[in-house]
Nanobody, 122 residues
Framework: QIQLVQSGGGLVQVGGSLRLSCDAS????????LGWFRQGPGEEREFVAA????????HYAEFAQGRFTVSRDNEKNTSDLQMDNLKPEDTAVYFCAASRVLSREARAFDYWGQGTQVTVSA
């Protein structure tokens, strides 16, 4: 079992950048597929990006492609989501999560971070 703790996020203007981090405060996520999701007010939680356990393969939602970059460092037990050229529609609570299987479905992820607010002002 692992515990994920998030940091980063906050308020940024349109076109700005933010970096979110996800650390395993307990256990290790070396063998887990790490994903990032977001949930806007009144919306379903949606897939943003993910990285395989080796870090060699990444997957992105269409809206994130070219603007967001997901990475991980298994030695440090951390994963980052770098978000550039942010837009107002990126405003949401962002979550990191760990899964033992490759999936873009939130229900496939067993462990979740506490969530962090990202607000993009016009």
């Amino acid at each position: 079992q692992i515990q994920l703790v998030q940091s980063g996020g906050g308020l940024v203007q349109v076109g700005g950048s933010l970096r979110l981090s996800c650390d395993a405060s307990r256990g290790t996520f070396t063998n887990f597929y790490l994903g990032w999701f977001r949930q806007g007010p009144g919306e379903e939680r949606e897939f943003v990006a993910a990285v395989t356990w080796s870090g060699k393969m990444t997957h992105y939602a269409e809206f994130a492609q070219g603007r967001f970059t997901v990475s991980r460092d298994n030695e440090k037990n951390t994963s980052d989501l770098q978000m550039d050229n942010l837009k107002p529609e990126d405003t949401a609570v962002y979550f990191c999560a760990a899964s033992r299987v490759l999936s873009r479905e939130a229900r496939a992820f067993d462990y979740w971070g506490q969530g962090t607010q990202v607000t993009v002002s016009a």
